[in-house]
Structure formats: C-alpha cells, structure tokens
C-alpha cells in the first residue's frame, strides 16, 4: 500500500494545502512533502493526528486492520454499478 498517496488524497480531499497540514500538525511543510512521497515514515501519533485533522479516521481504521482502500473501493464500485445494470 502506498501510504504517502492516501495520506495525500485525504488532505487534498480535506482542502487543506501542504502548508495549512504543515501548521495543524506542528511540523515542517517539507516533513509533509516527505511523508506524501514516503521519504519518511509517518509515526502512529501522527497518524492519528492527520487523520482527525483531515476528518478521515476510516484511513486510521483501514490502516491499523490491513485494509487496502483502492481495492475495496473498486470492489464496491463494480458491486454498485452491477446491481443497477441488474435493476
């Protein structure tokens, strides 16, 4: 799992920019660039932090349990859009 991408796709989805994450975490920008390109590894404190910052908690849950998003993702999409064919 690409760590650095969800991390970045929740912020992005939160509308915040690197900067604003920057300053709600009490880290550098250049710490959260590196951490969105998984030069640095994220600690579990701050995890927990970005993901009540950005409102994504499910991130954290996923995370902790092994769950790859994009395939549960793409798993239900097909679900969903099979079901409405069917309808």
Partial sequence: MNLGAVL???RL?????????AEELYLPRSTISKLENNKVILKAEDLIKWCNVTQAQEVAVA?????????????????IGGFIFWI
């Fill in 13 to 21: 989805h939160a509308g915040l920019s690197q900067e604003e994450m």
């Fill in 8 to 10: 970045r796709k929740a």
């Fill in 63 to 79: 995370l902790i349990f092994g769950i790859d998003i994009p395939t549960v993702v793409q798993n239900l999409t097909t679900l």
